[in-house]
């Protein structure tokens, strides 16, 4: 499409150039010009090829350093040793690139479930599409929180302010309006489009689509994109950084002990040379960056099947943090499905039943012609933004649920159709003002705001109430007050409706309309069953030592009845947002924590609420949906956003999206985070010990002086044969059985921890013992050295195995059937090792390269003696250590 100067045409003529109308585009339009201008969606940055991501794996200090001495041994002419080498880092390689290459389909996979969605009119008809589908000439509605998904040429705009700074680099947000503006306006002045990519912050929009994908003005400057993702969080960067290290103090002592052995002990150089080699191939972790990675991804994929997308990949340590889990109420602990179950009138109070959002339904007792009642269900048919629509026998909401439910009963009061009043202005719902107010017009010259809204807030705003018979008559606020705590102590969330009938020319609606002469209609009570999952849930972070906070707008009443029902620890002494505000900082700190539920809250509680809680050294977990909860989002240390009702705002400044709003999704996310750490202290736990117990046996040997009880190329054998297998395998380690009953872990608890290094010391002396043991009895036996060798070479192996055992129960004992039954990752990788193990012992090629000779059965039988011995004392010490 040409370059238009929209901004510059009046919006009939926008909507004639464009061949769109008021109603929006139809179906088969829309169709046709998605085939013709394709998807609104900016051009993918290029992709990595294979090819370059292959070599990238090579692309690290501890794959140099195995190169470096693979050439060396090659110069050296050792080239079995070379081959083995070689194997060694291509095989790590190959593993590493298949599995960044899941990862990476895994992280697209989820942001293809963080693809944006836009509210448009189609068929005159408000439906929800994925962004990508919108068309030039679609007509697309705005609100607080929305990110505009293509540019937008403004129809009507009430109180729409956009945040451009991705644009114009301009922070505060900019007022937009509908009038023209002239054709050389800068991009900033530009008041009348709503650009790609920029977010809502307040208001209500429509505007018509004059630009897509690559035409956008985000579009022109595709420069910003964000750049690829990679798959790394701070605790696995430490890990490298701390690999890296390790490797450059490895290189060290092999020097060292290069220099000593040939300098003070005089052995002969290339024999020495390939020793040292062994040494440093032994003891670097070659693996452990691209295992710590792949478990990662296995937690971010396994986080994703419980609905928890991840957005920021540190997230996922702070999750399993977690001791704190603040809570929105409404479709996270309940369900959303509302439905309108009791009406009070002066002096009459209504039930209302009905199935979901279904316009059938009595209203007991039935209500007289003309009665208050009636004229509620038309206010709540017309303050209203939300559709039903019926999908073959079930009815569903497009918008608010709460909206959806008012629809059906308005239905239910005889009001279907909004066509007689049209809706001249509107001042949206916000939840710091906790009401909304339209204005309407109908053919004959009437006129009527409608305000509908939390009860005190309308109390506060009407001076009259409707009589039965339909006469103004003084506000009794007493009598409404109390109503309303009647119905909150049932669950249900109460909301006022209130009217005033304004002149014909009254066509602007603004604040100062909706302060007085509004007469009070009645109350509305709408229930929202609990979640039964959100209940065990609850009492899953009760075990876990996760204090959960209810954090909600409603009223005080429905909070404690919903917060009981839910099983919150303190559901009965509520604070509300009135009086959060006469605390100052220090005693909110003190009152956070023995209050479990607070309510009429607004989003700057939330900020507020979530500092007090840090304050502690608690790690808070908040969720948040509208564009105001933003700031608390970001504050939390971990940020969960509603995928479904969730503003776009919101899901960007979050780092969890729940697929399903579902309180019960956080805390599976957070089980998923403790295990993601687990399994990532597992594998450090198995790999830095079996490294320094390897390398550990050579820097003794040859500090000794003594004949090597297992060879380099042995060794590098070893390493190929388990890093790759056994190693692999913890990063697929389900979850423990007692995570979820252990208290959450300190903020800032180092993974190389005492605990960890003692561990280290432990089994690297075990190793020590068990190779040495075995060698002086094949020594002692009369065998050959090659036979010697073999078995040290399989006790090594054996030992391992054993130690992955013990490993993968890092909290509880390792003598369980569950236990012991492993994993089919874990079988696998015992058998591959298996098999590879018989292979270099018992084939006569093998044996030749590697120089091994076959072991006899009651050799073997001791092999495996040493390996039951190993995980015999670590798991008493381990029981001691639980039991202390
Ligand atoms: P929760 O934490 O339970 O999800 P919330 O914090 O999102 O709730 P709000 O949406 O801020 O709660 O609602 C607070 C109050 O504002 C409600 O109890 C209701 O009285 C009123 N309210 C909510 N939605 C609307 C609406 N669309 N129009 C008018 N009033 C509303």
């Known amino acids: 499409m040409d370059k238009q100067a929209w901004h510059a045409l009046p919006p009939d003529d926008t909507l004639t150039r464009l061949g769109s109308q008021a109603a929006g585009l139809d179906t088969h339009t829309a169709q046709e010009r998605h085939l013709t201008h394709g998807a609104n969606r900016l051009p993918a940055p290029p992709k990595r090829s294979p090819v370059i991501r292959f070599l990238l794996q090579f692309h690290n200090i501890l794959i140099y350093v195995l190169l470096a001495a693979a050439a060396v041994t090659a110069l050296l002419d050792h080239w079995v040793d070379t081959s083995v080498i070689v194997a060694v880092v291509l095989v790590n390689a190959i593993i590493g690139f298949l599995q960044e290459g899941k990862a990476e389909q895994a992280m697209a996979a989820i942001r293809q479930m963080l693809a944006p969605q836009a509210a448009v009119l189609r068929d005159g008809k408000r439906t929800t599409i994925a962004g990508e589908m919108l068309v030039p000439g679609d007509i697309v509605l705005l609100e607080a929180g929305d990110k505009v998904p293509a540019d937008l040429r403004l129809l009507q705009a009430y109180g729409l302010q956009v945040q451009e700074a991705i644009l114009t680099g301009e922070s505060v947000p900019v007022d937009k309006q509908v009038e023209s503006v002239p054709a050389d306006a800068a991009l900033g002045d530009r008041t009348n489009l709503a650009f790609s990519g920029t977010t809502v912050t307040s208001g209500q929009a429509q505007g018509v689509v004059v630009a897509i994908g690559g035409h956008t003005e985000i579009g022109r400057i595709s420069g910003l994109l964000a750049g690829v993702e990679t798959l790394t969080t701070p605790l696995v960067e430490q890990m490298s950084v701390f690999a890296k290290w390790l490797t450059l103090f490895i290189l060290t002592v092999a020097a060292l002990i290069l220099a000593f052995g040939y300098f003070v002990q005089h052995q002969e150089f290339a024999e020495l040379f390939m020793a040292v080699v062994g040494l440093s191939v032994a003891a670097i972790p070659e693996g452990l960056p691209a295992v710590l990675t792949i478990t990662l991804a296995v937690g971010v994929q396994a986080m994703a099947k419980r609905n928890a997308i991840v957005r920021r990949l540190p997230a996922i340590e702070t999750i399993g943090a977690v001791s704190v889990i603040c809570t929105d109420k409404?479709?996270?602990?309940?369900?959303?499905?509302?439905?309108?179950?009791?009406?009070?009138?002066?002096?009459?109070?209504?039930?209302?039943?009905?199935?979901?959002?279904?316009?059938?339904?009595?209203?007991?007792?039935?209500?007289?012609?003309?009665?208050?009642?009636?004229?509620?269900?038309?206010?709540?048919?017309?303050?209203?933004?939300?559709?039903?629509?019926?999908?073959?026998?079930?009815?569903?909401?497009?918008?608010?649920?709460?909206?959806?439910?008012?629809?059906?009963?308005?239905?239910?009061?005889?009001?279907?159709?909004?066509?007689?009043?049209?809706?001249?202005?509107?001042?949206?719902?916000?939840?710091?003002?906790?009401?909304?107010?339209?204005?309407?017009?109908?053919?004959?010259?009437?006129?009527?705001?409608?305000?509908?809204?939390?009860?005190?807030?309308?109390?506060?705003?009407?001076?009259?109430?409707?009589?039965?018979?339909?006469?103004?008559?003084?506000?009794?606020?007493?009598?409404?007050?109390?109503?309303?705590?009647?119905?909150?102590?049932?669950?249900?969330?109460?909301?006022?409706?209130?009217?005033?009938?304004?002149?014909?020319?009254?066509?602007?609606?603004?604040?100062?309309?909706?302060?007085?002469?509004?007469?009070?209609?009645?109350?509305?009570?709408?229930?929202?069953?609990?979640?039964?999952?959100?209940?065990?849930?609850?009492?899953?972070?009760?075990?876990?030592g996760i204090r959960v906070k209810m954090i909600t707008g409603d009223h005080a009443a429905t909070a404690a009845a919903i917060g009981q029902q839910v099983g919150l620890q303190y559901p009965d002494k509520v604070l509300t947002g009135g009086e959060l505000d006469l605390l100052n900082d220090a005693e909110l700190a003190s009152a956070v924590l023995d209050h479990d539920v607070f309510a009429r809250t607004t989003p700057e509680h939330k900020l507020r609420l979530v500092t007090a809680l840090q304050a502690h050294g608690l790690i808070v977990a908040m969720t948040g949906d509208g564009v105001n909860d933003a700031p608390a989002l970001k504050r939390a240390d971990a940020g969960i956003a509603m995928g479904n009702k969730g503003s776009a705002a919101a899901k960007e400044a979050a780092e969890l999206v729940l697929a399903d709003d579902n309180f019960a999704s956080i805390v599976a996310a957070v089980r998923e985070g403790r295990t993601v750490y687990d399994n990532i202290k597992k594998v450090i736990s198995w790999t830095l010990p079996t490294s320094t117990g390897e390398a550990a046996v050579i820097v003794l040997a040859l500090l000794l002086g003594m004949l090597l009880p297992i060879t380099p190329l042995q060794i590098l054998w070893v390493n190929m044969i388990t890093a790759a297998t056994l190693g692999l395998a913890l990063a697929f380690e389900p979850t423990e059985s007692n995570t979820m009953q252990r208290p959450p872990r300190p903020r800032d608890q180092p993974i190389l921890s005492g605990g960890l290094l003692w561990h280290i010391v432990l089994v690297t002396t075990l190793f020590l013992c068990g190779v040495f043991a075995i060698y002086a009895y094949a020594l002692d036996q009369g065998y050959s050295l090659e036979l010697a060798r073999t078995l040290v070479l399989n006790t090594l192996v054996v030992m391992e195995i054993f130690h992955l055992f013990f490993i993968r129960n890092l909290y509880s004992t390792s003598l369980t059937w569950q236990a012991v039954r492993g994993t089919k990752m874990v079988w696998l990788a015992v058998v591959v090792v298996i098999v590879a193990q018989a292979a270099i012992t018992y084939l006569p090629a093998l044996q030749a390269v590697f120089g091994t000779q076959a072991v006899g059965l009651a050799d073997g039988l001791l092999v495996l003696g040493m390996g039951v011995v190993l995980f015999v004392l670590v798991e008493l010490e381990k029981q001691i250590r639980l039991h202390l």
């Open 330 to 544: 409404t479709g996270t602990l309940t369900r959303n499905e509302m439905l309108v179950a009791s009406v009070i009138t002066v002096g009459q109070a209504y039930s209302v039943d009905g199935e979901g959002y279904s316009p059938q339904g009595n209203i007991e007792p039935q209500p007289k012609e003309a009665a208050t009642v009636t004229e509620i269900g038309l206010a709540a048919l017309l303050c209203n933004d939300a559709e039903l629509k019926q999908h073959a026998d079930t009815w569903q909401v497009e918008g608010d649920p709460m909206e959806g439910a008012l629809l059906a009963f308005a239905a239910k009061t005889g009001h279907h159709h909004r066509s007689d009043w049209t809706r001249t202005d509107v001042i949206p719902f916000d939840s710091r003002h906790k009401f909304m107010a339209s204005l309407h017009h109908n053919h004959t010259q009437h006129a009527h705001i409608i305000v509908k809204g939390a009860p005190e807030v309308l109390l506060a705003m009407c001076q009259q109430q409707r009589s039965a018979d339909g006469q103004a008559q003084a506000l009794d606020s007493a009598y409404w007050q109390q109503q309303a705590e009647t119905i909150a102590a049932r669950g249900q969330r109460v909301l006022a409706f209130a009217s005033r009938t304004v002149p014909p020319h009254h066509t602007v609606l603004d604040m100062t309309d909706v302060q007085e002469h509004l007469t009070l209609l009645g109350l509305v009570g709408l229930i929202d069953p609990p979640r039964p999952e959100a209940v065990a849930a609850i009492a899953e972070c009760h075990r876990a």
